[in-house]
Structures are given as structure tokens and as C-alpha cells.
């Protein structure tokens, strides 16, 4: 992959859980996903491109057992995300969290965390998945999906007063915006 390759998803950013899942997203009407040759990327590029873009490129590698362990804990995550009381959901999202523990640790700063993989290739589904759990324990509601009927894209709703709605304003809420417009002028 070339250095120089542009994340070519139209929201990056998230918490690394909702980034995962926003790896599949939708171009006029198109369904893309950046594991699978979206913007002409190999899987193992897609995947290095993502690491790259969650931080975790340092720390893991991006191969194929990296990516097969990704894409399972990307199903039960938007299995889960999609419905919150399905157990079997939550079973496919424990069963990716088998694969790590968390380790308390002292450092210089006091004490600290640090997360173990017996697999390592397990390392960067483990964490989406782990983080999927930080969310739900800090704000379970503020997990959306962009109120487009058109877009697929998950967010953590950071705003002041909980009320985002789109993925992004400058791309479906933009939209939003011009087709009740256009409805309005069209009815005069």
C-alpha cells in the first residue's frame, strides 16, 4: 500500500468499535467495504489502511489472520449495534473477548491497564470488541446510525444536548437539508 493512500470512507474517526463497523459503507447506492477492494484496495491493504487509521498500526500486523479475527468481531458488533437484545449477538461478541484479558499493571504515572492477546491477530477485534463495552457502559443511547434511510454508517453522538442525527452534516444531513428544500419549493 502506498503511503500516501487516503482512507477513501466517508466518516473515519469514530470510537474504534464504530469505525469497524463503518469499514462498510454505501457510494450512490452502492454498497463498499474497505476490507473487500473498495477505492481498487487489496483485503490486507484495507485492513493496514484501517489499522493505520485507528492507531493500532504499530502494534499489530495487518494479515491475513488479523483480518479473518477483524471481520468476525465486525459481524457480531453490527449484530449487537443493530439489536442490543439479541443474545446471540452478545454470545459472538463475548466469544471474540475470549480472545484477550486486560492486565493491571504499575507504571511510572501509577496504576494502569495493559490488554494481552494469547493470539496476538486477535489483538485488534478484541479491542473493538472491548471497546464496544466502554460504550455501552458509558452512554448505550448515544451509539446512532445516521438517520439517512440511504446511509449505513454507526456514531458515538458526542454533542452537548445527545440530538446528531447524520453521519456527517457536510454529506447526508447536507442532503437532508436540500431535498426538504427542494420539497418546499416545489410546492409553491
Given at each position: 500500500m502506498a503511503a500516501q493512500t487516503a482512507d477513501p470512507r466517508p466518516l473515519t474517526g469514530e470510537p474504534v468499535s464504530l469505525d469497524l463497523l463503518n469499514t462498510r459503507w454505501t457510494a450512490d447506492g452502492e454498497p463498499l467495504d474497505l476490507f473487500a477492494g473498495a477505492a481498487g484496495l487489496t483485503r490486507v491493504e484495507g485492513l493496514a489502511l484501517w489499522?493505520?487509521?485507528v492507531g493500532l498500526a504499530g502494534?499489530?500486523?495487518?494479515?491475513?489472520?488479523?483480518?479473518?479475527h477483524l471481520l468476525t468481531a465486525r459481524e457480531s458488533l453490527a449484530r449487537a449495534v443493530a439489536d442490543?437484545?439479541?443474545?446471540?449477538?452478545?454470545?459472538?461478541v463475548d466469544a471474540v473477548l475470549e480472545h484477550g484479558r486486560i492486565?493491571?499493571?504499575?507504571?511510572?504515572?501509577g496504576p494502569g491497564e495493559r490488554a494481552e492477546f494469547a493470539?496476538?491477530?486477535w489483538g485488534p477485534a478484541w479491542l473493538a470488541a472491548r471497546d464496544y463495552l466502554g460504550l455501552l457502559a458509558s452512554a448505550p443511547d448515544r451509539i446512532r446510525t445516521c438517520a439517512s434511510p440511504t446511509c449505513v454508517l454507526r456514531f458515538h453522538d458526542t454533542s452537548r444536548n445527545g440530538t446528531r442525527r447524520w453521519c456527517s452534516m457536510?454529506?447526508?444531513?447536507?442532503?437532508?437539508?436540500?431535498?426538504?428544500?427542494?420539497?418546499?419549493?416545489?410546492?409553491r
Open positions: 489499522l493505520e487509521g502494534r499489530f500486523r495487518a494479515d491475513a489472520a488479523t483480518l479473518v442490543p437484545s439479541d443474545a446471540g449477538a452478545r454470545e459472538l492486565r493491571a499493571t504499575l507504571t511510572a504515572e493470539d496476538p491477530a457536510a454529506v447526508c444531513g447536507n442532503r437532508a437539508k436540500a431535498s426538504r428544500h427542494y420539497a418546499r419549493t416545489r410546492e
